[in-house]
């Protein structure tokens, strides 16, 4: 099984690979084929933007609403909008660069993160459930999130920004690809 548009194929080398001799059908980490749909970097600048925002009003009507605001208003504001400038233009581009998935009839991949990243591989045999979610902003833009549940101390594998349409086709696969898999998901 493999999902997704093929034109949102990653440009980037494989994952970092250790020298040792694997067995035959082994499943190893690797670089996810797919990008998340364009609309989640809007997604990701949005949710950002509010935060920030709502930070950075806090601090301003402080300053103009106190009588004496404390001096060390001044430098928080600064570094709130410089973190927030950062995060709204910056963190949206490089989760961009970094977020990959694959399905396949073996496991799901994934690559997540913009600071800390994160790399994934869940097999398909180890998979107990497949959900999706759509917050109202992602609902708004079109978009879903896919979280596979496996049995996994790690806990569960997010696929975020998806186009809805997509979301459902891989929720709707990997369903069928789990029944007909032999295991108990444990």
């Known amino acids: 099984m493999d999902t997704g548009p093929t034109t949102q194929t990653a440009d980037m080398a494989d994952a970092p690979t250790t020298h040792t ?16 749909h364009p609309r989640a970097m809007l997604w990701w600048t949005l949710r ?16 103009v ?3 004496q ?11 709130s909008v410089a973190a927030g400038v950062l995060q709204v233009v910056v963190e949206p581009q490089w989760r961009y660069r970094v977020h990959h998935w ?16 994160e790399w994934r591989v869940a097999p398909v045999s180890r998979i107990q459930t497949v959900d ?16 596979v549940t496996t049995a996994s101390a790690a806990g569960p594998v997010e696929i975020a920004g998806l186009a809805h349409e997509d979301a459902a086709r891989l929720v709707d696969e990997l369903t069928a690809t789990t029944q007909a898999t032999a295991g108990d998901a444990t």
């Open 69 to 79: 605001p404390p001096s060390w208003l001044a430098v928080t504001l600064t570094i």
């Open 102 to 117: 694959e399905a396949t009839q073996d496991a799901v991949f994934t690559r997540s993160g913009w600071i800390r990243q």
């Open 132 to 147: 999706t979610k759509r917050g109202p902003l992602e609902q708004l833009l079109g978009l879903a999130t896919v979280t």
């Open 65 to 67: 609403f106190a009588d």
């Open 21 to 36: 001799t694997r067995p035959a059908g082994t499943l190893r980490l690797r670089n996810p084929r797919h990008r998340v």
């Open 48 to 63: 950002s933007a509010a935060f920030w925002l709502v930070v950075i009003v806090i601090q301003i009507a402080i300053r």
